[in-house]
């Protein structure tokens, strides 16, 4: 069975500080795909990247990065110099080989303070 | 281009009523999918479709839920009778494949409160 977990339950930082999410996940599948999605107050979920199990490469987008390790099964995600509008919740989610069924973590909810 | 569209955005019901909730995907995706949020149990996939047939519909509650597409731009998800655990967050997404490559979009969601 696949399964996602989100240790942290919730995360308070002032801004500008940087912040990590965890996400390890477990899954037998040799070919799987590891996403993180963003919901903010508004509730909508919003897609910020998706990593396939060949490509171990970090990934940075501006102020965002993420760390992919097949070794410890994590794909770690960290807010540089966090922004008060990066206050939302972050679920981390896998999906295996065949059919596209993703499997989500419970989330973490941050919270930047001014 | 437009998104993933839900309506409505809140639904507030009486226990035993029926409800409908719909979700027109994306032009161009052959794949949707439902979902359910809750504070107990996160968010779960309750069914999705291809091509307008449904494929896996094992998350499926119970047989007050039930899940149509008629078409390529509209799905519907019936609770018929709805129950105070139905409140919840449910999410349309679709995507352009079934390739776990693919991304999933997802709507704004309707929150359904059953009183």
């Known amino acids: 069975a696949q399964k996602v977990t989100q240790a942290q339950t919730e995360i308070s930082v002032v801004e500008k500080e940087d912040v990590t999410l965890d996400c390890v996940y477990e899954t037998r599948d040799t070919t799987y795909y590891l996403f993180w999605y963003k919901q903010p107050p508004s509730g909508e979920l919003v897609f910020l990247i998706r990593?396939?199990?060949?490509?171990?490469q970090n990934e940075i987008s501006g102020r965002y990065s993420w760390n992919f390790q097949k070794s410890t099964s994590s794909f770690n995600f960290t807010i540089t110099a966090s922004q008060v509008v990066d206050s939302a919740v972050y679920f981390c989610?896998?999906?295996?080989?065949?059919?596209?069924?993703?499997?989500f973590g419970q989330g973490t909810r941050l919270t930047i303070n001014p | 281009d437009a998104g993933v569209i839900q309506s409505p955005r809140h639904e507030v019901t009486e226990m035993g009523q029926e409800v409908t909730l719909r979700c027109k995907p994306i032009?161009?995706?052959?794949?949707l999918f439902w979902y359910r949020q809750t504070m107990m149990r996160g968010l779960e996939l309750l069914i999705y479709?291809?091509?307008?047939?449904?494929?896996?519909d094992s998350g499926m509650p119970e047989d007050r839920f039930s899940a149509k597409m008629p078409n390529a731009s509209f799905s519907t998800l019936k609770i018929q009778p709805s129950e105070p655990r139905d409140s919840a967050v449910y999410f349309c997404?679709?995507?352009?494949?079934?390739?776990?490559?693919?991304?999933?979009?997802f709507g704004p969601g309707t929150r359904l409160t059953v009183l």
């Open positions: 997404a679709s995507s352009s494949s079934g390739l776990s490559t693919d991304t999933q979009y």
């Open positions: 479709f291809n091509n307008n047939v449904p494929i896996d």
């Open positions: 989610a896998l999906s295996g080989q065949g059919a596209q069924k993703l499997v």
């Open positions: 990593r396939n199990s060949f490509d171990e």
């Open positions: 032009s161009g995706h052959d794949y």
